[in-house]
């Protein structure tokens, strides 16, 4: 090859050496077939371009191991905070469940050697009744929360007037013992007529305990001032929004706070203990979620927090498919006498409690332990109405009320079930039965309920 | 991929790696004629193939490399050779080419391996004197 050649082939291993010193290592020199000097430099710099190369990806892969390895840090970090919560969680939850216990099993004894006053008599019982529903309440929580982690919660949405949800939610939390505690903090409703003609479209029972968990942390965390509920409406991008706030003049939540305490079994204020368990907020923002809302909140410290809630909500139009369930007023004392009820029931302690309850209204009661017992007892006589629990063994009863009416009886059937199934209320209605009172029992809903399915002419 | 074998006329052995060719001359020296760009696939077969070759030679094993038609062998390929000629089977390494080329090729392979009895040599001649030395 001659000289000029030898100039063109140098000035080609120059280019390539430039490309490669902008970062482009997948080029290569082209070799002659000459084996020459300028052919061992062309291999040689190939070589090296990739080694180059090589390391370049090296660094590459490096780097994804340092991200990778972060991860992993995070996630241990992660796993390890979670245990930590968990055992943070024991410990509240232990002392979240004694101190109730504490005060039922307590005033149980006292009231057991039977030398108080009648007056003494019914504030110990008063207590063991609030130690209790607040028992009930955790496992309400607890419940609630495991069916949003697992994607359980059941939803049963309506139209609802936002007028009337508001005044109830007030209805509910005023009674709250907490507020009547404190004389120095009002609790104050805003509702407006223009919320008359607004609807959402929402399950009512999961959109009260929203609030109710709202106030509750409000007037938890407020000790003077006001707690104010209430609602504006907008429109945004052409969607109608309410947005409802619960306001507060309490302790206030530090900024870095704002997210954490929606975690489940956070608590802002770890120094002081103010009883709860944490989960509150995390349910409620399960519950938001679950009902295609937003939550988000607005505080400073020492002078107070707002927490808003936002829904979709459309104007007049469609009428509410029914007023919402106010608890309706205690029934006029009722003469059953006339009545046999059966209880299906395994548990000897709420059978018991059932018959106390109904004992003052006269009805005859016969009591079967499970589905089969109850089958049998109908067999021999038909009662007027049958209060069936649905969890019992042998026959439970989905299988017992599948089973009644498959033999044609259309006697009323009102099933017992716990909270853990109040989502299943319409599979229960669907497989037969009349009407449901939900344990714990409320004595004057069970009669409330009985009276209504026993079609009493009064 | 795999390594071929060959039965040539005087009984001997020739084994094929793609275009690279084995023998052993002298009882103990694998002489490898490298043909083309040397793969990391390549060189993983040649690892294979002396793991057999072993098991046939009596001692130590001697390399004799000709470079001659040989194309650049990547990185990854490299740290084979090291393998190899690093092994405590193997005695000496000699590579051997008449241009440049080959030269660059036995710089690089030579470059990755702390072995002392590896030398590059111009003729066949030369490699094989000094590896019976
Ligand atoms: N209105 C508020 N003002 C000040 N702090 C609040 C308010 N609401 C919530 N917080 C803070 O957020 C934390 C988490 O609230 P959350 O309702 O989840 O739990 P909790 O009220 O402590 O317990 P639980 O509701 O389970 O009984 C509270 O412990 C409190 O520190
Ligand atoms: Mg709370």
Same mark, same amino acid.
């Given at each position: ?200 479209? &929402? #399950? ?6 929203? !609030?109710? $968990? %709202?106030?509750?942390?409000? @007037?938890?965390?407020? +000790? ?99 007023? &919402? #369930? ?6 006029? !004392?009722? $003469? %059953?006498?006339?009545?046999? @009820?059966?209880?299906? +029931? ?110 009493? $002419?009064? | ?133």
């Amino acid at each position: 090859m001659n000289k000029s050649t030898d100039k063109e082939r140098i000035q080609k291993l120059i280019e390539v050496v430039m490309k490669v010193a902008q970062g482009d290592y997948s080029v290569q020199n082209e070799l002659s077939e000459n084996n020459d000097d300028l052919d061992a430099l062309a291999m040689g710099l190939n070589m090296m371009i990739d080694d180059l190369r090589n390391n370049v990806d090296l660094e590459e892969q490096n780097k994804k191991f340092k991200a990778i390895n972060v991860e992993l840090k995070k996630a241990k970090e992660k796993a390890q905070e979670s245990d930590r919560l968990k055992s943070a969680f024991l410990t509240n939850m232990s002392h979240e469940i004694r101190t109730p216990m504490n005060a039922i099993l307590g005033f149980s004894a006292i009231l057991k050697r039977g030398d108080k006053s009648e007056e003494k008599n019914k504030k110990y019982l008063s207590h063991i009744e609030s130690a209790g529903k607040h028992l009930l309440e955790l496992i309400e929580d607890i419940i609630d929360l495991s069916k949003i982690e697992s994607r359980q919660l059941k939803i049963n949405k309506k139209h609802y007037c936002i007028s009337d949800l508001l005044d109830e939610v007030f209805e509910i939390t005023e009674q709250d013992d907490k507020l009547k505690l404190k004389p120095n903090l009002k609790l104050v409703l805003k509702n407006s007529p223009d919320f008359k003609n607004c609807f959402i479209y &929402t #399950d009512q029972l999961r959109f009260k305990q929203i !609030f109710i $968990n %709202l106030i509750h942390n409000a @007037i938890k965390f407020t +000790e003077k001032g006001y707690v104010e509920v209430g609602a504006s409406l907008n429109n945004e991008n052409g969607k109608n929004t309410v947005t409802f706030y619960v306001k507060d003049t309490g302790i206030g939540i530090h900024k870095d706070l704002h997210e954490i305490i929606f975690e489940r079994f956070r608590q802002a204020n770890t120094e002081q203990y103010l009883e709860g368990t944490g989960l509150g907020l995390s349910i409620t923002r399960g519950l938001v979620n679950k009902l295609d809302g937003k939550i988000w909140l607005e505080s400073a410290v020492g002078k107070g927090t707002t927490f808003y809630v936002s829904f979709p909500y459309s104007i007049n139009q469609i009428k509410p498919d029914k007023k &919402t #369930d106010r608890n309706p007023k205690t029934e006029k !004392f009722q $003469n %059953l006498s006339e009545f046999t @009820i059966y209880i299906a +029931e395994d548990e000897l302690v709420s059978l018991f409690l059932l018959e106390e309850i109904l004992k003052p209204y006269g009805a005859k009661i016969k009591h079967a332990q499970n589905g089969s017992e109850l089958l049998e007892l109908i067999e021999t006589e038909k009662p007027d109405l049958v209060l069936l629990d649905f969890h019992m063994p042998v026959m439970n009863g989905y299988e017992t009320i599948k089973e009644i009416r498959k033999r044609n009886y259309t006697f009323p059937v009102v099933a017992q079930t716990s909270y853990a199934m109040i989502d299943d209320q319409k599979a229960i209605l669907k497989a037969g039965c009349n009407g449901y009172i939900s344990k714990p029992l409320d004595p004057d809903k069970i009669i409330q309920e009985i009276v209504k399915h026993l079609n009493i $002419n009064s | 991929m795999a390594i071929k074998i060959k039965i040539k006329q005087n009984g001997g052995k020739e084994f094929l790696i793609e275009e690279n060719k084995i023998w052993i001359i002298e009882n103990n020296i694998i002489y490898i004629e490298a043909n083309g760009e040397q793969t990391v696939e390549i060189a993983a077969l040649h690892l294979e193939l002396d793991k057999l070759l072993q098991k046939q030679i009596q001692g130590k094993l001697n390399y004799l490399i000709n470079l001659n038609r040989a194309g650049k062998s990547s990185p990854a390929a490299r740290k084979v050779w090291q393998k190899i000629s690093e092994s405590e089977t193997t005695l000496k390494v000699a590579l051997f080419g008449v241009h440049p080329v080959a030269r660059i090729l036995a710089t690089f392979v030579m470059g990755v391996t702390n072995k002392k009895d590896i030398r590059f040599f111009n003729t066949k001649n030369e490699a094989i004197l000094w590896l019976k030395s």
